[in-house]
């Protein structure tokens, strides 16, 4: 396993001396390329803000471009100006410093996408990949980045939207110390509990591989989307990012599956036709030994036990598999839900601990991804919440998930209740509740984005309101709930920063437009870095209500 060494961070103080490196001439939402849903939109929209420049200044699609990279978008996007017109060009797999040739393949609004087509002087802080798909795959973009300047390149991203989105000054977020140096990740590999791969009838290959012809079985391809294709799968041998026994189990299936004479086929998405959907693989650890358990979750268009018994055969033969499940999904979509579940092997969960929690973990459970980190994020949690020790706080766990945030302080608190839209997390809460005997827990299904007037009379006024949306951020109709219902503390864990920024703007300043103002300070912002060689970025913020909200 790769680590980063003990000195790697010395530079990223609380004083943040490493933002005199940076140029601060990218604007702030070039960043911000995935502030909603809608990236492509919402680059968009950020270069045309933040660029005057009349039309001729647009770069022509098939024009190519001498560039340099400056920084990188959120969802790692190398940020290029081109040279005396500083015109915004948005370059996939460009890193920092990097020299290099891209073709414009489309204008969207006042920027340009390239495509790289070579590099004259690579980035300067360059590193091999471990990896021999980093290149093509686009899931570790950043793997030949140093794992240093990734956590320079994310803490500076945090650090601008909350300027220029959150609209906290610079002075304010530095001098008081309000935003602490990223948390960086001890185990750079094989921090995965859970990865995703799909199987696919048609193999995606590299460009300096297209003289290569497969036909039949051959051409069946059992790994990752390749990036920009929802069709096409890049065969997968190996991930570095999850566990050594979960790539056993791989390379154990990669081994026979397409052998003509089990008659296996993968799905087609196109015709919808085929068999094989997806493979899920999900690490756990035995409460009694602490080894790792595996659970291998099948998921195909039909059920047809028969013709998966070679594959279970292959992998229960492995140690570490405790548990093989088919979901069957009969939908012409994309998803690795199924609407029936069968244990084909084993049992029909795996468990893990969390700060000293048990929790058991369904195919279909949400946990966090990176079990080692999750236990930093939410000690970190934790220490915002600042409980008085007591155990007379109330706790409202908004989007709460499988409930663990909220069960790792029910412990230290008279009453926590958690809301979440997904029925089988409510479920699988509940069943954490009860595995860990805790009482003092109630977990409610319900959408958060769809809240009326009657929201808030099921509970007491909460003293702590914990926050985790997922990438969208939260509904203003939520907001306008939280600034009425004036929570001493509010705890907002956030998976994008640009939304979380957004968020913090309006329960900070308010929104003068519409008449609605903000009621809370920003106290601490504590960006940790949960995924390695990934644009994704964790934040925890804490927000304190001010001495006199109106």
């Given at each position: 396993m790769?680590t980063?060494p003990s000195?790697?961070?010395?530079h990223l103080?609380?004083?943040?001396?490493?933002?005199?490196?940076?140029?601060?001439?990218?604007?702030f939402?070039s960043?911000?390329?995935s502030?909603?849903?809608?990236?492509?939109?919402?680059?968009s929209?950020?270069a045309?803000?933040?660029?005057t420049?009349p039309?001729s200044?647009?770069p022509?699609?098939?024009?190519?471009l001498?560039?340099?990279?400056?920084?990188?978008?959120?969802k790692?996007?190398?940020?290029?100006k081109?040279?005396?017109?500083?015109?915004i060009?948005?370059?996939?797999r460009?890193?920092p410093g990097e020299?290099?040739i891209?073709?414009?393949?489309?204008?969207?609004?006042?920027?340009?996408?390239?495509?790289?087509?070579?590099?004259?002087?690579p980035?300067?802080?360059?590193?091999?990949?471990?990896?021999?798909?980093?290149s093509?795959?686009?899931?570790?973009k950043t793997?030949?980045?140093?794992?240093?300047a990734?956590?320079?390149?994310?803490?500076?991203q945090?650090?601008?939207?909350?300027?220029?989105i959150?609209?906290?000054?610079?002075?304010?977020?530095?001098?008081?110390?309000?935003?602490?140096?990223i948390?960086?990740?001890?185990?750079?590999?094989?921090?995965?509990n859970?990865?995703?791969?799909s199987?696919g009838?048609?193999?995606?290959?590299?460009?300096?591989?297209?003289?290569e012809?497969?036909?039949?079985?051959?051409n069946?391809?059992l790994?990752l989307?390749?990036?920009?294709?929802?069709?096409?799968?890049?065969?997968?041998?190996k991930?570095?990012?999850?566990?050594e026994?979960a790539?056993m189990?791989?390379?154990?299936i990669?081994?026979?599956?397409?052998?003509?004479?089990?008659?296996l086929?993968?799905?087609?998405?196109?015709?919808?036709?085929?068999?094989l959907?997806?493979?899920?693989l999900?690490?756990?650890r035995?409460?009694k030994?602490?080894?790792?358990?595996?659970?291998?979750?099948?998921v195909?268009?039909?059920?047809?036990?028969?013709?998966?018994?070679?594959?279970?055969?292959?992998?229960s033969?492995i140690p570490?598999?405790?548990?093989?499940?088919?979901?069957?999904?009969?939908?012409?979509?994309?998803?690795?839900?199924?609407?029936?579940?069968y244990?084909?092997?084993?049992?029909?969960?795996?468990t893990?601990t969390?700060?000293?929690?048990?929790?058991?973990?369904?195919a279909?459970s949400f946990?966090?991804t990176n079990?080692?980190?999750?236990?930093?994020?939410y000690?970190l949690i934790?220490e915002c919440?600042?409980?008085r020790?007591?155990?007379?706080?109330?706790?409202?766990?908004l989007?709460?998930?499988?409930?663990?945030?909220?069960?790792?302080?029910?412990?230290?608190?008279?009453?926590?209740y958690?809301?979440?839209?997904v029925a089988q997390?409510?479920?699988?809460a509940?069943?954490?509740?009860?595995?860990?005997d805790?009482?003092?827990?109630?977990?409610?299904?319900?959408?958060?984005?769809k809240?009326?007037?009657s929201f808030?009379?099921n509970f007491?006024?909460?003293?702590?309101v914990?926050s985790?949306?997922n990438?969208?951020?939260?509904?203003?109709?939520?907001?306008k709930?939280?600034?009425k219902?004036?929570?001493?503390?509010?705890?907002y864990?956030?998976?994008?920063?640009?939304?979380?920024?957004?968020d913090l703007?309006?329960?900070c300043?308010?929104?003068?437009?519409?008449?609605i103002?903000g009621?809370?300070?920003?106290?601490?912002?504590?960006?940790?870095?949960?995924?390695?060689?990934?644009?994704?970025?964790e934040?925890?913020?804490?927000?304190?209500?001010?001495d006199?909200?109106?």
């Open positions: 790769a980063m000195h790697g961070l010395r103080s609380t004083t943040h001396p490493w933002l005199k490196t940076f140029r601060f001439t990218t604007s939402a960043l911000a390329s502030f909603t849903e809608d990236s492509e939109q919402d680059e929209n950020s045309s803000s933040s660029n420049k039309s200044y647009f022509k699609r098939g024009q190519t001498e560039l340099v990279c400056e920084s990188l978008a959120f790692g996007k190398g940020l290029c081109v040279a005396d017109t500083g015109f060009v948005l370059c996939d460009a890193l020299r290099f891209g073709r414009v393949t489309r204008k969207k609004g006042n920027y340009a996408v390239v495509t790289k087509v070579k590099t004259t002087s980035h300067r802080d360059f590193v091999d990949a471990p990896c021999e798909y980093a093509y795959c686009g899931g570790c793997q030949n980045l140093s794992y240093e990734q956590l320079r390149a994310k803490e500076y945090v650090h601008d939207l909350m300027i220029h959150g609209k906290f000054s610079q002075l304010e977020l530095e001098s008081i110390s309000i935003m602490k140096p948390v960086p990740c001890d185990i750079q590999f094989h921090y995965r859970k990865m995703e791969f199987f009838s048609e193999k995606w290959l590299p460009r300096e591989s297209f003289v012809k497969h036909e039949g079985n051959n069946y391809a790994g989307h390749a990036p920009g294709f929802f069709d096409k799968v890049l065969n997968v041998n991930c570095l990012l999850q566990s026994p790539n189990v791989l390379a154990a990669q081994d026979c599956w397409r052998d003509a004479d089990l008659g086929c993968p799905y087609n998405v196109r015709s919808h036709i085929g068999f959907k997806h493979l899920m999900r690490t756990g035995n409460l030994t602490g080894l790792p358990e595996l659970m291998v979750n099948f195909t268009s039909s059920y047809k036990p028969e013709l998966l018994k070679p594959l279970v055969e292959r992998v033969a570490e598999v405790v548990s093989v499940m088919n979901n069957v999904n009969t939908s012409v979509g994309n998803t690795s839900v199924g609407e029936v579940e244990t084909l092997y084993g049992k029909p969960n795996i893990e969390l700060r000293g929690l048990t929790f058991q973990i369904s279909n946990f966090q079990t080692r980190q999750a236990e930093v994020l000690r934790e919440a600042d409980l020790g007591d155990g007379s706080e109330i706790v409202l766990d989007f709460c998930g499988t409930g663990t945030i909220g069960l790792t302080l029910a412990q230290r608190v008279k009453r926590v958690g809301y979440e839209v997390a409510i479920s699988d509940r069943l954490n509740a009860k595995l860990n805790i009482h003092n827990a109630t977990f409610v299904q319900g959408d958060l984005n809240i009326d007037e808030g009379n007491p006024r909460p003293d702590i914990i985790d949306p990438r969208p951020g939260m509904h203003m109709k939520l907001i709930f939280l600034l219902l004036k929570a001493p503390r509010i705890v864990v956030s998976c994008n920063p640009a939304t979380c920024a957004r703007d309006y329960l300043h308010g929104l003068p437009e519409k008449n103002r009621c809370y300070k920003l106290k601490s912002l504590q960006p940790v870095d949960m995924f390695p060689h990934t644009p994704h970025i934040c925890v913020c804490l927000l304190e209500l001010c006199n909200p109106s």
